[in-house]
């Protein structure tokens, strides 16, 4: 909106061409960059998802084309019906609901309460948020194990055996972990939201007599919808990558209980050594990724 | 009015559980840091200690790993900050025919996971020479954080007005003048979280570096936190438990103190406005 | 000037990215010109934690004594920190430019065929021509660094036979006297069922199960080590084809069924699939009477020496190591596969000459020696295993007895991927997503898949 506002108050033809340069000019570093360091290599990508590319064994001595071959292998494995729809469950509980839902609660709740209060909750869950993953993983590791700080609290609480959570719950611990990890940043976004809505709509209602069930449910979660939308589709995106935290946590495993894209593409370019065939389960990734932002800017009317 | 109180600290109340949650999971690395026999078990310490972040420290390749990780991790936040400003001006301000399509490229791009590229990565790094060369790397990293930067940056934009701007115009600013005075200082939160944002992302990469760098004394610390977890040799905790402490600590400070200016940095609700 | 900003910006740009460029590519040129004429050889091996073996044989000393001796030759230890997996990546992608590759490299003997397939390695036969003390490598062991075209391609540097891991105490309490011995599988089972019902907070029987954190030691430890015993193989070299849907395998997942589900000794899941399974069974439990009885290789006597990860005082006294029985005892009786690490040189190095006498220096009996008492591994030469303090180390008598019936694992470059379908194999039967059967029918067409149908057969 405010862009179209501007054009309209530039008026004649050689501000315009001045407006071309000046656009070229500041794109240019960050474009150069994008072309050189990141569309150049998903080129690569995805000629390399046509060839046997493998880092060891005949194939990386003699680089062949091999057409279609590793997407019809693809389409025809079983793993990767089964990584896609972990993908989905991983995505769709972990962020889409998890995060959104705890960040907004959490937003919510945190309006108007006292400020060193707010500071200490803030820091506590951004401190999940700013951790390296590979520590995150590893304290999960530990909270989850057999000793660890969630068995000994349900040991001593409710006199049962320990839970063997990582192998006999590993979705659900996944998920848990990455709900920890990421409502931060959906709790950030959400206060900002929060923050700008104007006091005096809301006040108005309560002088009109309306529950504060009814001012959240029909006035404030009305006034960020657009932010709601926004940041669920930031998350999706965000989240359809994670690879170490679940790598580091499960491995994928048991079995293949938490194998999801990125933990599927891994095994079988680095550790099965098939790189070509990985390089085409990454770009199943890229569609599922254009196709959810797609459908996220149709259904929930997101502006790019 | 006492209806109204007691809702009031049951939030209150809720909002301190959910602290407790999310502080819990941290525990065990902040006690077994401290625990001279620490275990993958939670456990009280017997009694403190500062060995395991003294044996952490004497070691001078982790030092100086953590020096690199802080240099690279520090200039990638830098210019992904400076690129991506430049960058979302003109699309935030100019109404561009290419706007749509390229920045739904770049929020697809988002979602690429790192290992897919990397071989490639690797190969074009071999072939430009560019291999072992930590300011290659960075190159490299700042360029895989532009997508999501200059995303937020202009999402951010969006809601800095133009009037304020434009009245700089009037007093005979230049475009250049106008973002350096007016716009950068409004936009000081949106700086500040996509630094973060790039920062803490950069400084818990394994992967990138691990693949790109060949000698172990370039290795930043994300890299050498794997020495910790060897897989025949027995699993200090103590050690590993004080590494991640430290290794957490950076990030921690670094939000601490530019949380004021964070607070307004996600906005991402200007189309609605 | 109103386009002020554009120009500089642009101007600023291109001469930064431009001068960067240039800085990270000179970087590496002068780095490798070789201006003082000193050649640098890079060492590059898995590092395995603190007390390190490589670390603590190629001290700072060893290296110095090296280079007053060869001048003109300069040795850098290049250790790569990171899971197996992660370390044999990132050495394949190093050793493909002569800019990144390190000069020696220390290759699992499984992947030593995929890798010299793949024109990483130089074949070493014309060096080992001219290095008299060739011969005192045993020969049995050499095939070990040979590629699937018979080149020598790398220099053992250990070997390793595996076994059963007995807690005496463990063993005694559960009825047995301490000279307890498998006979065949049975024997196994009925002793770890005993265990279970005397000492029910014991472990009574652990293997490597967990395909994502066990790896290679699924596959040959535990697999391989059943599959040998039943008298059939993974591959026939004769015929150059794989063995699948066949009565061995079958069985040897079903002691394994038996083992972690249907009498349930085997150690809870989440100790099973842990990524630190093996330093929690013989760092702590097994030597903490907390386990009975542990099926893996003899090289864990690296652990519980002087100076290793869990010293153990008087360890014969505490544990024993028991030859692996076959299926149901067949002669002769036990069987082991057998392994190890070797040296080689990468073919896109520049300094083999001098890699070479480095890895002549490696290897001297003295070095190689040192190398089994820190490790727990078998030697490779026929003067070590000779050498008195050699033999006095614990088990060792059992351990290279084992040697005399060993197997090695396929010299195919495919092996490394039927590994990782072995692998999955048998996590699927010890997690019980899958019985012995099944797991069998799904290795049938992974391994159809890895090496063509016509490759593969059904042996005996």
Redesign the interface.
Same mark, same amino acid.
């Given at each position: 909106m405010n862009s179209s506002e501007t054009i309209g108050r530039i008026p004649n033809r050689s501000k315009k061409r001045n407006q071309i340069k000046r656009t070229f000019g500041l794109l240019a570093p960050g474009v150069l960059l994008l072309l050189v360091f990141f569309i150049t290599p998903m080129v690569l990508t995805v000629i390399f998802s046509f060839t046997n590319l493998s880092l060891t064994g005949d194939a990386a001595a003699n680089l062949k084309f091999v057409g279609f071959q590793n997407f019809v292998t693809m389409f025809k494995d079983p793993e990767l019906a089964n990584s896609i729809w972990k993908t989905i469950i991983f995505v769709v509980f972990s962020a889409v609901i998890g995060q959104c839902f705890f960040g907004f609660l959490i937003a919510l709740l945190m309006r108007g309460k006292n400020k060193t209060f707010r500071r200490v909750v803030g820091l506590i869950i951004i401190a999940a948020w700013v951790t390296p993953e590979v520590v995150v993983s590893f304290c999960w590791v530990a909270f989850l194990s057999d000793g660890g700080t969630l068995n000994k609290i349900l040991v001593s609480l409710l006199n049962i055996k320990p839970i063997a959570w990582l192998y006999s719950f590993p979705m659900i611990s996944v998920v848990i972990a990455n709900i920890w990890r990421g409502t931060a940043f959906s709790m950030m976004v959400f206060q900002t939201a929060l923050d700008d809505i104007p006091a005096e709509i809301e006040e108005a209602a309560v002088i009109d007599g309306a529950s504060r069930w009814q001012i959240t449910t029909r006035i404030t979660i009305p006034m960020v919808r657009g932010t709601i939308a926004t940041n669920i589709m930031l998350v999706t995106l965000q989240t359809l990558g994670v690879f170490t935290l679940i790598y580091t946590m499960t491995g994928g495993g048991p079995g293949n209980a938490t194998s999801t894209l990125p933990v599927f593409m891994y095994k079988q370019a680095f550790v099965s050594y098939q790189l070509g065939y990985g390089t085409a389960i990454s770009l199943v990734l890229l569609v599922i990724g254009a196709v959810a932002s797609l459908l996220y800017m149709k259904v929930l009317k997101v502006k790019v | 009015m006492r209806q109204k109180n007691s809702i009031k600290i049951a939030q209150y109340i809720v909002l301190g559980i959910i602290a407790v949650l999310f502080l819990v999971p941290l525990l065990w690395m902040l006690f077994s840091s401290v625990d001279p026999h620490a275990i993958q078990s939670i456990q009280m310490p017997s009694r403190l200690t500062l060995d395991n972040f003294k044996a952490v420290i004497s070691d001078k390749s982790i030092l100086r790993s953590f020096g690199i990780g802080l240099l690279m991790s520090g200039f990638q936040a830098i210019f992904v900050v400076l690129i991506c400003v430049l960058a979302a001006y003109p699309l935030s301000r100019y109404r561009l025919p290419f706007k749509r399509p390229f920045m739904l490229t770049i929020l697809f791009l988002t979602s690429l996971p790192m290992t897919a590229v990397i071989v490639p990565v690797y190969q074009m790094f071999l072939y430009l020479k560019f291999q072992n060369s930590l300011i290659a790397t960075t190159i490299f990293l700042i360029s895989t954080s532009l997508p999501y930067g200059i995303w937020m940056m202009k999402n951010f934009m969006d809601s800095v007005p133009i009037d304020l701007e434009e009245s700089a115009w009037m007093d005979g600013a230049t475009v250049g003048q106008g973002i350096r005075k007016v716009v950068t200082p409004l936009m000081l939160p949106g700086i500040f979280t996509v630094g973060i944002f790039t920062f803490t992302g950069s400084w818990g990469n394994f992967f990138v570096p691990f693949i790109l760098i060949s000698s172990p004394e370039k290795l930043p610390a994300s890299v050498t936190i794997f020495q910790f977890f060897g897989n025949n040799g027995l699993v200090n905790y103590g050690h590993l438990a004080a590494f991640s402490v430290l290794y957490t600590l950076p990030v921690v400070v670094l939000y601490a103190f530019s949380q004021a200016y964070m607070s307004k940095g996600f906005s991402f609700g200007g189309a609605l406005k | 000037?109103?386009?002020?900003? $554009?120009?500089?910006?642009?101007a600023i740009?291109s001469i930064s990215?431009a001068s960067?460029?240039l800085?990270?590519?000179c !970087?590496?040129?002068s780095?490798s010109d070789k201006k003082d004429k000193t050649t640098t050889v890079k060492i590059a091996w898995r %590092?395995? !934690?603190?007390?390190?073996s490589m670390e603590r044989l190629y001290t700072d000393k060893w290296i110095a004594d090296f280079e007053k001796k060869n001048p003109g030759i300069k040795v850098k230890l290049?250790?790569?920190?990171?899971?197996? !997996?992660?370390y044999?990546?990132?050495l394949?992608?190093?050793m493909? +430019?002569s800019?990144?590759t390190p000069d020696i490299v220390n290759e699992d003997s499984f992947?030593l065929p995929?890798?010299a397939?793949? !024109? %990483?390695l130089e074949p070493l036969d014309s060096y080992l021509n001219d290095w008299d003390e060739w011969s005192n490598f045993t020969e049995a062991l050499k095939s070990g660094g040979q590629g699937s075209d018979g080149k020598q391609y790398g220099i053992p540097g250990t070997t390793d036979s595996r076994g059963i891991w007995t807690n005496l105490a463990v063993i005694k309490k559960a009825g047995y006297s301490e000279d307890w011995a498998p006979k065949n599988w049975q024997d196994i089972i009925d002793a770890a069922v005993k265990i279970k019902k005397t000492q029910p907070d014991v472990i009574p029987f652990a293997a490597s199960v967990?395909? $994502?954190?066990g790896g290679e030691s699924v596959a040959m430890q535990t697999f391989e080590q059943l599959l040998y015993g039943t008298g059939e193989s993974l591959y026939n070299e004769k015929t150059k084809k794989w063995n699948v849907d066949s009565k061995g395998i079958e069985s040897s997942l079903e002691f394994i069924d038996t083992i972690m589900n249907k009498k349930k000794v085997g150690p809870?899941?989440?100790?099973a699939?842990s990524?630190?399974f093996? +330093?929690v069974i013989y760092?702590?439990k097994l030597p903490n009477n907390q386990a009975g009885l542990g099926m893996d290789g003899n090289w864990n006597t690296g652990?519980w020496v002087k100076g290793g990860?869990?010293p153990l005082d008087n360890v014969e006294k505490v544990l024993n190591f028991n030859l692996m029985p076959t299926q149901d005892g067949k002669k002769p009786g036990y069987v082991t596969m057998s392994g190890g690490w070797t040296w080689a040189m990468p073919k896109n190095s520049k300094n083999h000459k001098a890699a070479f006498k480095v890895l002549k220096a490696m290897n001297t009996k003295e070095m190689c020696l040192k190398r089994a008492l820190y490790e727990g591994t078998l030697t490779v030469r026929n003067d070590v295993a000779k050498d008195s303090e050699y033999l006095k180390k614990p088990f060792i008598k059992t351990a290279t007895t084992a040697l005399q019936n060993a197997y090695f694992r396929p010299k195919s470059?495919?092996y490394?991927?039927v590994s990782?379908a072995i692998q999955q194999m048998v996590?699927?039967v010890a $997690?019980a +997503?899958k019985t012995p059967k099944e797991a069998s029918a799904k290795y049938t067409t992974d391994v159809q898949?890895i090496v063509g149908k016509e490759n593969t057969e059904t042996q005996k």
């Open positions: - | - | 000037m109103k386009l002020g900003i $554009t120009k500089r910006i642009l740009t990215i960067v460029l800085l990270a590519g !970087g590496n040129k780095a %590092y395995t !934690g603190k007390n390190d290049d250790p790569i920190k990171a899971t197996e !997996g992660d044999f990546s990132k394949d992608l190093a493909k +430019s800019e990144t992947i995929s890798d397939k793949a !024109g %990483y967990s395909a $994502t954190n809870s899941l989440s100790v699939m990524a630190n093996g +330093s760092q702590d652990n990860a869990a470059d495919l490394p991927k990782i996590e699927a $997690t +997503s898949g």
